[in-house]
């Protein structure tokens, strides 16, 4: 694993983690589909003044053919429009879920896609070490300890919230299969325009949008759009090009463990002996997943990303 990629990675984590108190505080005055309507139009208009930026640093050269860029145009509107569909789809199940119940429970069933992606991924012929798969183990443990502290039952908005988990592995999936394809940043706005465009027409049928509700939740909307929407889904498209995606999603789970802390930080929540032990379970997971292996090993790990 290369350390850049670990460090992008663990920032968008760390950006998703401290998003939860603004995300709670929006869902006061705005309905899912408003909420992440709005954040995400935000994010996208937030990495137009990046991508001017970059054209005119990395200006392609006179000599590209025409078929070229043609071809490269396509594949970035295609890949924006997956990814588009599917964070659309798992943030909409997400805000909906977190209705009916626990916030604990959210947090658990929504980190499982760190063993979905595993999963899937060997539908798609990726192979994965046996130490990414006790990682992810270690990882399972440290989250029920973080995140579940009373009972576990299925109900309603348990059933979203997995769905969620599943279709965040396919959004994880679909990066991994474009990332190393296109640009990063023009893709990461094209898939937060598409969530904003998918949920205008669910916004106006089922919520009641009014100024006021959106002046009063200025704050989150920016920081949600601007932080974890422009910002770390960026660094997650960056950081994920090249990097096997079951290690790349046991580093985005950290988002439970530093929900936690940021909670602790900001809001004066303390932490108890059993959400510290999920955290440090966590921690050696993700150790555990970066420690060198045989060079057989190491070389399938590195050419998994080929699908």
């Given at each position: 694993?290369k350390?850049?990629?670990?460090?992008?990675?663990?920032?968008?984590?760390?950006?998703?983690?401290?998003?939860?108190?603004?995300?709670?505080?929006?869902?006061?005055?705005?309905?899912?589909?408003?909420?992440?309507?709005?954040?995400?139009?935000?994010?996208?208009?937030?990495?137009?003044?990046?991508?001017?930026?970059?054209?005119?640093?990395?200006?392609?050269?006179?000599?590209?053919?025409?078929?070229?860029?043609q071809?490269?145009?396509?594949?970035?509107?295609?890949?924006?429009i997956c990814?588009?569909?599917?964070?659309?789809?798992?943030?909409?199940?997400?805000?909906?879920?977190?209705?009916?119940?626990?916030?604990?429970?959210?947090?658990?069933?929504?980190?499982?896609?760190?063993?979905?992606?595993?999963?899937?991924?060997?539908?798609?012929?990726?192979?994965?070490?046996?130490?990414?798969?006790?990682?992810?183990?270690?990882?399972?443990?440290?989250?029920y300890?973080?995140?579940i502290?009373?009972?576990?039952?299925?109900?309603?908005?348990?059933?979203?919230?997995?769905?969620?988990?599943?279709?965040?592995?396919?959004?994880?999936?679909?990066?991994?299969?474009?990332?190393?394809?296109?640009?990063?940043?023009?893709?990461?706005?094209?898939?937060?325009?598409?969530?904003?465009?998918?949920?205008?027409?669910?916004?106006?049928?089922?919520?009641?949008?009014?100024?006021d509700?959106?002046?009063?939740?200025?704050?989150?909307?920016?920081?949600?759009?601007?932080?974890?929407?422009?910002?770390?889904?960026?660094?997650?498209?960056?950081?994920?090009?090249?990097?096997n995606?079951?290690?790349?999603?046991?580093?985005?789970?950290?988002?439970?463990?530093?929900?936690?802390?940021?909670?602790?930080?900001l809001?004066?929540?303390?932490?108890?002996?059993?959400?510290?032990?999920?955290?440090?379970?966590?921690?050696?997971?993700?150790?555990?997943?970066?420690?060198?292996?045989?060079?057989?090993?190491?070389?399938?790990i590195?050419?998994?990303?080929?699908?």
């Open positions: 694993m350390t850049k990629n670990a460090v992008l990675l663990f920032t968008a984590a760390f950006i998703w983690g401290t998003a939860f108190v603004a995300q709670s505080v929006g869902m006061e005055y705005l309905g899912p589909f408003g909420f992440n309507g709005i954040r995400n139009f935000v994010g996208s208009l937030a990495l137009l003044p990046c991508i001017f930026l970059l054209n005119k640093i990395n200006r392609r050269s006179e000599a590209v053919e025409q078929n070229e860029q071809r490269d145009r396509k594949v970035l509107w295609i890949g924006g990814c588009g569909l599917c964070l659309f789809v798992a943030s909409t199940l997400q805000q909906i879920g977190m209705q009916y119940t626990s916030v604990g429970k959210c947090g658990f069933i929504t980190a499982f896609y760190i063993v979905l992606v595993p999963v899937f991924g060997i539908f798609l012929k990726k192979k994965v070490g046996w130490k990414v798969w006790m990682a992810v183990a270690l990882a399972v443990v440290g989250l300890f973080l995140c502290t009373d009972g576990f039952s299925l109900g309603k908005g348990d059933i979203y919230i997995f769905l969620c988990a599943v279709v965040y592995t396919m959004h994880i999936l679909v990066i991994d299969h474009f990332a190393p394809k296109t640009d990063n940043v023009k893709m990461s706005c094209i898939q937060f325009m598409v969530v904003g465009v998918l949920s205008v027409p669910f916004m106006l049928i089922l919520e009641t949008v009014t100024f509700a959106v002046i009063k939740t200025a704050g989150p909307i920016l920081y949600a759009g601007v932080m974890s929407s422009g910002v770390a889904y960026t660094v997650q498209i960056i950081g994920q090009k090249g990097m995606p079951a290690v790349a999603s046991l580093i985005l789970s950290l988002e439970s463990s530093i929900s936690v802390l940021s909670g602790w930080v809001l004066g929540q303390t932490l108890t002996a059993r959400e510290g032990i999920g955290c440090v379970l966590m921690f050696v997971a993700i150790i555990l997943a970066q420690i060198p292996t045989k060079n057989t090993e190491r070389k399938c590195d050419n998994c990303v080929e699908i």
